[in-house]
């Protein structure tokens, strides 16, 4: 079952998965922009309300251009929608909620967003 699988995936397991984004975003420019995979807390229960932490690991992604905020919004209006949160002015993407087979779009979803997208997924 797919929930069950996000509740009780190994942090060993989501660990290689961000190291195998990691490896396909190596070629990207590093002046003001760091990736890397670091800890997270995912968030289980009812809607606005989670009832339960997990120990997670996710994308940490630090960026000077486009900041943090615009290249959250340029995830969101991508295709698919890329979701994730801000704090400490860095923008994670928990690895909990995403399927190995998944791991090319999140890729091709981030370059996209570096280089600016709009809602076709296409670069402006």
Same mark, same amino acid.
Not at 31 to 42: I, N, P, Q
Not at 44 to 60: I, K, Q, Y
Not at 94 to 122: F, H, M, P, W
């Given at each position: ?8 995936? +190994?942090?060993? #397991? ?5 190291? +195998?984004?990691?490896?396909? *975003? +190596? ?7 760091? #990736? ?7 968030? !289980?229960? +009812? ?11 996710? *994308?940490?992604? !630090? ?21 994730? %949160? ?5 923008? %994670?993407?928990?690895?909990?909620? #995403? %399927?190995?087979?998944?791991? $090319?779009? *999140? ?8 280089? $600016? ?8």
């Amino acid at each position: 079952h797919p929930t069950l699988r996000m509740f009780t995936e +190994s942090l060993d #397991v989501l660990t290689q998965r961000g190291n +195998s984004i990691l490896n396909s *975003l +190596s070629d990207l420019p590093g002046k003001g922009l760091v #990736v890397r995979v670091g800890e997270s807390v995912a968030q !289980a229960g +009812s809607g606005t309300l989670p009832l339960e932490e997990l120990e997670s690991v996710a *994308l940490v992604i !630090a960026s000077e251009n486009p900041s943090v905020t615009e290249l959250a919004r340029r995830l969101r209006q991508c295709e698919p929608a890329i979701v994730g %949160y801000i704090k400490d002015d860095q923008l %994670y993407l928990d690895l909990r909620t #995403v %399927y190995k087979d998944e791991l $090319g779009l *999140l890729a091709a979803g981030i370059r996209s967003a570096l280089a $600016g997208c709009n809602q076709d997924n296409s670069p402006r």
